[in-house]
């Protein structure tokens, strides 16, 4: 078996250490043979389903922030990013500095992946034991409710890290394209990480000593059109157990929806720009002061759909908890225990995702 190495190694049967999803049906697939096709398995309990419209917040918008103002150490702008992750745990961000070709390839590349047929794709399946590769996460019982996505996860950082026996690297520009954009997405990220450090009352790089490297996952989700979108999600409601997880969807569809005040939101996409959210761990980190929120994906008759979700994420052997400065036995008791980051994945993803439901495997008695 071919297995390239970038620099220093990887076992070649290391795995995530995160568990398993079972191997479902490329829903991809299904609709090659039959586009009208909306399968049981697919059909959401009716309290699941999406547009109940009394229930859409349709006027509201998350936040956008300017990044490059957050760059250059820019105080209102700050403000308002501690304002939008304790009130949305959503934003959008322009000015991000990563240069539209490089988007646009990144896209372009995960799309013909996609387009090439099930026997190519497959040589990058998921292993039975692991999530990384082409497959789906999350399914954990032959009864659950399927979403109407197909996905390839990968690790990208370290670069050590990276198993190129999952990596489609015959596939038109696809190693050069994630190559540029994940590189891309560390500065990014790296400067969140540094701007939520000084919220949380840490040295600017606080958070990266805490995690020890800048550790980051790539999930490419394919959202096929659908004949019924009343009936199905794209991905059900989870939160993201990463520490931020920054998304570059696609330009015109709208279709990623967040749980703000009790109602589903809409995020309208902003052309160029990256859909930045809190995960779990920054709002364990943060002892609840930031907000994971509840996100979701629908699905639309026209078009399919393609997003890239960059998971920044703590090492497994990280311990997460509370930070200390964030922590005001009075007014702020500590709300979450200490866990070690993987054996909080490998919990979280043993469940069928249930919103946020999961957390309450850190949550305290008090709250
Ligand atoms: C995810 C996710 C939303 C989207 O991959 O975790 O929430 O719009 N994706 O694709
Ligand atoms: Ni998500």
Redesign the pocket.
Known sequence: MELRVESGGIQEDENLGWGASLPVPSIQEILRNDSQSVPDRYIQEHKDRPQVSENLHASLDIPVLDFSLLAKGDEDERRKLDLACKEWGFFQITNHGVAKEVLHKMKTAVAAFFELPLQEKKKYAMAANDLQGYGQAYVVSEEQKLDWNDLIFLITFPTEKRNFKFWPVTSPGFKEAVDQYSTELQKVAAEIYANLSVLMGLDRDGLLKLHGELKQGM?M?Y?PSCSRPDLVL??SP?S?GSAI?L?L?DDEIT??QIKHEGSWVDVKPIPHSLVVNIGDTIEILSNGVYKSIE?R?ITNEKKERI?I?TFMLPDNEQEIGPLESMVDELHRPRMYRKIKFADYARQVLARRMEGKAHTDIVKLDNN
């Open positions: 999930r989700n959202y794209g991905v989870h993201d997880t998304l969807q279709a990623l996100h994906a997003s979700a």
